[in-house]
């Protein structure tokens, strides 16, 4: 990034920073992916609420931007088994922020299972989360009765011109990396598992490329929208897998469990949108199965008869190549801002929220101001 884009982007989050500052400062805990464009959005984060820790997404640290934000706030390592143990998350927080009020910010529903233990038994007061991703926004929703409030994101407006983008440079880096074992796309049919604001990106490119596509989603809805645009929906999950030679998985929850990989035809690939752990089942995966390197970033699973591709390791195939979407990521994080002060002002009841339409708005012009010269 030029020097001058970095003080655009630094007085962009200065002035969302101050209109959306709450008037009392909350403690936070701040779950990222830690890109090169990121610290500026924490430093906003620092500005808005005293921040205790950065919590980097594992797959997804820039080593500059990590050195960079390290100079002022504490980075600590993120594990899903962490927060998943009451115990551990219980003291990992009462290690960094006893006493105090506390805004989690979240990416991709990290906090939901110790969520209750979290709020009872914590000696501050957990105030709400704030939830990034679709697959955390599931998350959070399908717990039995939520402890705090949770402003969700994910499916906001806002975030549209981001999943669409991020759509394609998943098709790009699948692209890529298949040809660098001089595969290509086209001849080779594929398969979107999940017709959400991703999948329905990434099925979309694929078509204007001349590539034959089938979708498929378990909820109808989506089904019925992918039929309407033009792609072949899968009535049959098991023959679409046999079928398909490139398979991108786009649901944010379990698209392929240990028996769905014997089904895959010899010689397909498999990518994700988000990490391997969310994605796919590989635990379950029959362990008749070889793994070898295939080139970079792409593995070779193999046994008697059988093999395919996994590429990026089954995590999130675009950040190999930066996973930027420009500007429109800068959106998001705005509202994430929002989110905080809604949590800040402590008079939300336990539930999802949404940002309100208004402040989105402050948003979007403020971000036009900024970013569209």
């Known amino acids: 990034m030029e020097q001058f884009e970095r003080a655009s982007l630094g007085a962009y989050f200065q002035r969302v920073a101050a209109e959306f500052a709450p008037a009392e400062r909350p403690a936070s805990f701040l779950i990222t992916h830690l890109l090169s464009e990121r610290p500026s959005f924490v430093q906003a984060v620092a500005r808005q609420t005293a921040l205790r820790a950065v919590l980097p997404k594992p797959k997804s640290i820039d080593a500059g931007a990590r050195r960079e934000v390290e100079r002022s706030v504490q980075c600590d390592p993120l594990s899903r088994d962490t927060f998943e143990n009451p115990e551990l998350t219980v003291d990992y927080f009462e290690a960094r922020a006893a006493g105090h009020t506390v805004v989690l910010l979240d990416v991709g529903g990290y906090f939901a299972p110790t969520l209750d233990a979290l709020c009872d038994r914590f000696s501050g007061r957990i105030l709400g989360v704030v939830e990034d991703t679709e697959n955390g926004h599931k998350r959070y929703a399908e717990c039995d ?22 759509g394609q440079s998943v098709v790009f880096s699948a692209e890529a990396l298949m040809r660098s074992r001089s595969d290509i796309l086209h001849g080779r049919p594929a398969l979107v598992i999940g017709f959400g604001k991703l999948g329905s990106s990434i ?32 009535r049959d999950r098991a023959a679409a897998l046999n079928g398909a030679g490139l398979v991108l998985c786009a649901t ?8 769905d990989f014997p089904r895959l035809r010899n010689g397909a690939y498999v990518a994700t ?5 969310d994605e796919l089942d590989l635990d379950s995966l029959p362990s008749i199965y070889q ?49 905080v002060r809604m949590l800040a002002r402590g008079d939300l009841g336990p539930g999802m929220h949404e940002v309100a339409a208004s402040d989105r708005t402050i ?11």
């Not at 078509?207 to 109808?220: C, E, F, R």
């Not at 949108?273 to 752990?277: M, R």
């Not at 395919?308 to 994430?336: D, K, R």
């Open 203 to 234: 099925a979309r490119l694929l078509h204007a490329k001349g590539v034959q596509v089938t979708v498929y989603d378990i909820d109808p809805v989506r089904r019925t929208q992918a039929l309407s645009q033009g792609f072949t929906v899968a």
């Open 291 to 339: 793994r070898t390197p295939a080139g970079e970033h792409v593995t070779r699973y193999q046994t008697t008869g059988h093999y395919f591709y996994l590429l990026n390791g089954g995590n999130a195939v675009n950040f190999l190549h930066g996973a930027s979407v420009g500007p429109f990521i800068y959106l998001v994080q705005a509202e994430i801002l929002a989110g």
């Open 363 to 373: 948003v979007a012009a403020t971000w036009l101001n900024y970013f569209n010269r």
């Open 252 to 259: 944010g929850s379990v698209s392929l469990r240990g028996e």
């Open 273 to 277: 949108v988000t990490s391997s752990e």
């Open 145 to 166: 009765k939520l402890p705090c409030p949770v402003v969700s994101v994910a499916r906001s407006p806002l975030k549209d011109p981001e999943d669409f983008l991020v």
